[in-house]
Nanobody, 120 residues
């Protein structure tokens, strides 16, 4: 079964930047939708961004975050700029989507997550 491994999380001050990576175990990444979600303590997991042929973003991160994919490297990335304390969460990579691009219920495969902490 496909596995996903995230990396790149860490602690940063407000206004800073981080770049998250998610690498797939599959020989090829294929053309399916892949996405980033995040979950803050005490909150539900929420959609952040997705990429297939197009990109999709939640309103809270549009213009600050950029999702991209590299099919040769079998990876997707999330470039995060102008980070805010409210961006603090565990960030999860997801794949094998069937349904709404931006719903966590649509994705079958999940990574273990990487912690992002933004201090004020």
């Amino acid at each position: 079964q496909m596995t996903l491994v995230e990396s790149g999380g860490g602690m940063v001050q407000a206004g800073g930047s981080l770049r998250l990576s998610c690498v797939s175990s599959e020989r090829t990444l294929g053309r399916g939708m892949m996405a980033w979600f995040r979950q803050a303590p005490g909150k539900e997991r929420e959609f952040v961004a997705a990429v297939e042929l197009q990109t999709y973003y939640s309103a809270s991160v549009r213009d600050r975050f950029t999702i991209s994919r590299d099919n040769i490297e079998r990876a997707i990335y999330l470039e995060m700029k102008s980070l805010k304390p409210e961006d603090t969460a565990i960030y999860y990579c997801a794949a094998q989507q069937n349904g709404d691009c931006c719903s966590r219920k649509s994705y079958r495969i999940w990574g273990q997550g990487t912690q992002v902490t933004v201090s004020s």
